[in-house]
């Protein structure tokens, strides 16, 4: 059968497609048009207005094949009057039936259900853009791209580099309006995005950069308006096309956002017993020019965002857990310095939380925008409690053509209870593109605290085309650099990487997409040369057409090199050393779009004096739009000469939307490492730009030796967007 094709016969009927997107290619232009009557939002395109719009119905594939027509056809119509844009999309499909709705939750992955995303690049500097997508369900997904969308290259040893290396900030939450419905012609996607929730430059005739894509699930296919070549994604916003005869209004924002919260806690692990609270507090958005707002927040409170995922850590160094609270979120990517959950010199979770706890935010501020040809931020915010901090940063990137720019940040921490404790970290960084291959970037940080300081740098390149991936990198932190408002994985370090990967395509086999052979070489040595971690990876990946996927053979030499003592579980202590192994390991996942999937991983091989199998499984279930639950778990097995343990973590998530914006989700997760039980339950009712009522359940438990209730919180917030003036 063709099915049990070897890997040689696939690399056989590899071969170079005959279509394929000329990136030189003039990019295509679209004009919006005035109207004096709105259209009703309603998800029908029955308005008469829309007639006079020229629609956009030339879409290119991206995927499978890019370069070539699309196999469905779509038009798109744009209007404005002075309040806001106004965006019909007909997408027509031979196959209703087959359109896949996908669930009922704001700002999910994209990918797994058809789609339509429209993304505006506003001051056409061709590195940033604001970004709204919805499905054939009628959610709300919005977000901002910075830098094109770029990720890191060279991170953590086990991490394994991102192909698109693309990254959207979906946490970023505007106020904008949409509605769908599919009838037997397809569907249709009708939104109103006030200009209010964007930014732009002056004057009062503009030009936009636009991007319009449309995901066809059941064919896994991409198309895009403006066409970009398949080894780039959506976020090359330098292939954008234009939007013209725009004439947005003077944008001069005022937004008050109160919030009245009422809590019962109890925390056994203090003792203190239950304690019934009310809060108040507000933030502001004030646009103090037309490319230029100030958030300003008081008393903040995050009492509504979700609840970590819990790790297991095997290692001696850190874990890094993503930011999810909206503050400090919205323009994340402005402030975003250095390399990703490795050297990051502002990692805003160093704010308002310690360990495990929250402290208290007084209060902050924050300027973001452009000012001319630059994207500035300023940030300070003023915690309280026992060890009040005030944290401030400061961020400019000039952007240049060709994909460039260079930039500066400035970050501190005083204690303001003893300004004697304190700490600065200052650093520069540049980006260069060169033709539309290959990017180089590079940074220099120094961090200064009383007695101690230090310096860290970077350089990496990468070049990516249609075939070929190619990236390469070298990193050092100096002994002393310590960026207290900052993450580091590792303290103190030489680090050095490269990696090769190719793009081999089957077009020959309809149920196969490609093959991704690939090698990655990663070390870390101390300054003096001596080493601590090295891995070399030597796999494949198998893409098919439905969007399953595995990696086989996983082949993983790896070493670890322990200065001192590690006590990696209770009462096993790992010796001094230098352990080399080989391991195999490989991941796997089947249709993420269909109503039940399966992904996971598994590695089997040496562990320091012994040898370690386990890996991850995650079943999901999503049988309807409302619905969707998940299970994830994670399970290592540890034999050494020290001694045998195990380690276990469970999670489930469950999630049903009443509505587009009304939704009751959980999350429980038990980790035996860390000998925890957690849940948190949450219900949401949503209002404009992630406002509204949220009801909050949190409960953890110890399950170790005495174990029992930890903490117990019950909480109700209400907040809500009030608009001071336009």
């Not at 094709?5 to 005959?18: M, N, V």
């Not at 303290?491 to 490609?514: C, D, K």
């Not at 300054?527 to 969007?547: E, K, M, T, V």
């Not at 339950?681 to 399950?703: K, S």
Request: aromatic share 10%; proline share 5%.
């Amino acid at each position: 059968m063709v099915r049990s094709l070897p890997l040689f016969a696939l690399l056989a009927l590899a071969r170079p497609l005959a279509a394929q997107v000329d990136a030189a290619a003039p990019r295509p232009v679209a004009r919006a048009v005035r109207t004096r009557s709105a259209p009703v939002i309603d998800g029908r395109l029955d308005d008469s207005v829309w007639a006079a719009a020229a629609p956009l119905d030339r879409f290119i594939q991206h995927e499978p094949f890019d370069g070539r027509e699309a196999t469905e056809r779509t038009e798109v119509r744009i209007l404005f009057d002075e309040h806001a844009l106004y965006i019909g999309a007909r997408l027509f499909d031979r196959e209703p039936a087959g359109i896949i709705r996908g669930e009922t939750r704001r700002d999910l992955d994209l990918k797994e259900q058809d789609a339509f995303i429209l993304l505006f690049d506003t001051f056409r500097d061709r590195q940033n853009a604001f970004l709204f997508g919805t499905t054939p369900a009628g959610v709300e997904h919005d977000g901002q791209i910075n830098k094109e969308g770029e990720g890191g290259f060279g991170g953590p040893v086990g991490t394994q580099p991102s192909v698109t290396g693309a990254n959207e900030n979906v946490n970023w939450d505007g106020t904008w309006q949409v509605k769908t419905t599919v009838d037997e012609q397809g569907w249709v996607a009708e939104f109103r995005i006030p200009f209010e929730t964007l930014r732009y430059g002056g004057g009062r005739s503009q030009v936009w950069g636009l991007n319009v894509a449309r995901y066809i699930r059941r064919k896994n296919e991409e198309d895009f308006w403006s066409p970009v070549p398949r080894q780039h994604t959506l976020y090359r916003i330098s292939m954008a096309g234009s939007l013209e005869g725009l004439e947005p209004p003077s944008r001069r924002v005022a937004l008050l956002t109160p919030y009245a919260l009422g809590s019962v806690h109890r925390d056994d692990r203090l003792g203190t017993g239950t304690d019934l609270d009310a809060a108040f507090g507000a933030d502001a958005k004030i646009g103090l020019t037309q490319s230029l707002t100030m958030d300003l927040t008081y008393h903040t409170d995050f009492a509504q965002v979700e609840a970590d995922e819990q790790q297991i850590n095997l290692t001696r160094f850190n874990l890094f857990f993503p930011e999810k609270r909206p503050f400090f979120l919205e323009n994340a990517g402005i402030f975003a310095f250095g390399t990703p959950q490795s050297v990051d010199l502002f990692f805003s979770r160093r704010i308002g939380i310690a360990g495990n706890r929250q402290v208290p935010i007084l209060g902050g501020g924050r300027v973001s925008g452009k000012v001319g040809p630059l994207a500035v931020g300023l940030l300070d915010v003023q915690t309280e409690g026992d060890a009040p901090n005030n944290f401030a940063v400061g961020r400019v990137l000039y952007e240049l053509p060709h994909r460039s720019r260079i930039g500066a940040i400035a970050v501190s921490r005083l204690d303001t209870d003893s300004t004697g404790d304190h700490n600065v970290t200052v650093g520069v960084d540049g980006k260069l593109g060169i033709g539309q291959a290959v990017s180089l970037d590079g940074y220099l940080a120094r961090s200064s605290s009383p007695g101690r300081s230090g310096r860290a740098f970077n350089l990496s390149g990468t070049y990516t085309t249609r075939q070929w991936e190619l990236g390469s990198a070298v990193r050092q932190v100096g002994d002393g650099f310590s960026p207290d408002v900052g993450f580091l994985e590792r303290p103190t370090f030489t680090f050095y990487s490269f990696r090769i990967l190719r793009h081999l395509r089957t077009p020959g086999i309809p149920w196969f997409r490609e093959t991704r052979p690939h090698i990655t070489f990663r070390q870390y040595d101390d300054l003096d040369g001596r080493p601590q971690s090295r891995l070399i990876h030597i796999d494949s990946h198998f893409l098919f057409a439905n969007g399953s996927f595995f990696e086989l053979p996983g082949s993983n030499l790896t070493r670890e090199a322990i200065r001192d003592t590690f006590e990696i579980a209770k009462g096993i202590k790992i010796p001094p050393g230098v352990y080399d192994h080989f391991e195999w390991s490989t991941a796997y996942n089947t249709n993420l779009s269909a109503p039940y999937s399966v992904s996971g991983t598994i590695t089997i091989g040496g562990f320091y004096t012994g040898r370690h199998h386990g890996g991850t499984l995650a079943f999901t279930a999503r049988p309807n739009d409302r619905f969707n639950a998940s299970l994830r778990l994670n399970h290592d097995n540890i034999d050494l000469a020290e001694g045998s343990f195990n380690r276990t973590l469970v999670g489930v998530r469950m999630a049903y939307a009443f509505t587009p914006k009304m939704f009751v989700q959980t999350l429980t997760q038990y980790n035996d490492q860390t000998e925890t039980f957690s849940a948190n339950v949450r219900f949401g009712w949503l209002g404009p730009a992630g406002t509204g009522l949220f009801v909050v359940y949190n409960e953890g438990r110890a399950t170790g030796e005495g174990g029992g209730l930890a903490d117990r919180a019950f909480l109700v917030k209400f907040t809500r967007q009030l608009e001071l003036a336009r």
